[in-house]
């Protein structure tokens, strides 16, 4: 099981509580949700991560808000931090042309077609990414931030159900599968 895999990779009660660079932070990051694998704490790991993956900035700053938030609603801090990787300097044109339409769609001003823009990234090196993505997305204002709040907001909601119900799913198929050895 998929389950068992994680297990060996995240760090036990003892080893958290033990670390000294955790315990600067006191009882918050010890709570057992933040790193146990169970149907409620993952599925809100990956709510998390899905939308702070959204947040406008590099992988770093995802990272923390991601933490933070995991730390707040009391989710899985791992899942949820390595979830906002889905957004990166290659999926994040295609996302934000999405929170764009939704955008438009939604404040229902503008002709639905995005502004022409010259951004050629590939001539560019990646630190010079940011400030051109910055640069674009100041351009196309208020439907692209409305759009990416929504789109964020949706993959939460989505990823939340669907890991709940692939969870679910996967817990019947097991017990099916035990009942019929057991027969």
């Known amino acids: 099981m998929l389950r068992n895999f994680f297990k060996k990779y995240l ?3 003892e080893t958290i509580r033990e670390n000294r660079f955790i315990g600067l932070f006191g009882k918050q990051l010890q709570h ?3 790193w146990q694998l ?3 704490s993952v599925a809100g790991g990956v709510a998390v991560g ?3 993956g959204l947040i406008p900035g590099s992988n770093p700053v995802q990272f923390f808000f991601a933490a933070l938030f995991a730390v707040v609603f009391k989710v899985n801090l791992p899942v949820a931090v390595a979830t906002t990787l889905y957004s990166n300097p290659f999926t994040v044109i295609p996302i934000y042309i999405v929170a764009y339409t939704l955008g438009e769609f939604v404040i229902g001003n503008g002709t639905g077609n995005m502004p ?3 951004l050629r990234l590939m ?3 990646i630190g010079e990414w940011i400030p051109a993505l910055v640069d674009w997305m100041m351009s196309l204002g208020k439907p692209l931030l409305m759009g990416i709040f929504l789109l964020a907001l949706l ?3 989505i990823g939340y159900f669907g890991v709940r119900a692939a969870w679910r799913l996967y817990t019947i ?3 099916r599968k035990r009942a019929k050895r057991e027969r």
Do not use: I
Request: net charge positive; aromatic share 12%; no cysteine.
């Open 32 to 34: 057992h949700n933040l």
């Open 50 to 52: 899905l939308f702070t």
């Open 173 to 175: 198929y097991k017990w």
């Open 116 to 118: 022409q823009t010259d």
């Open 123 to 125: 001539d560019k090196n």
């Open 11 to 13: 760090p036990s009660h």
């Open 38 to 40: 169970n149907r409620r």
């Open 155 to 157: 993959l939460a909601v």
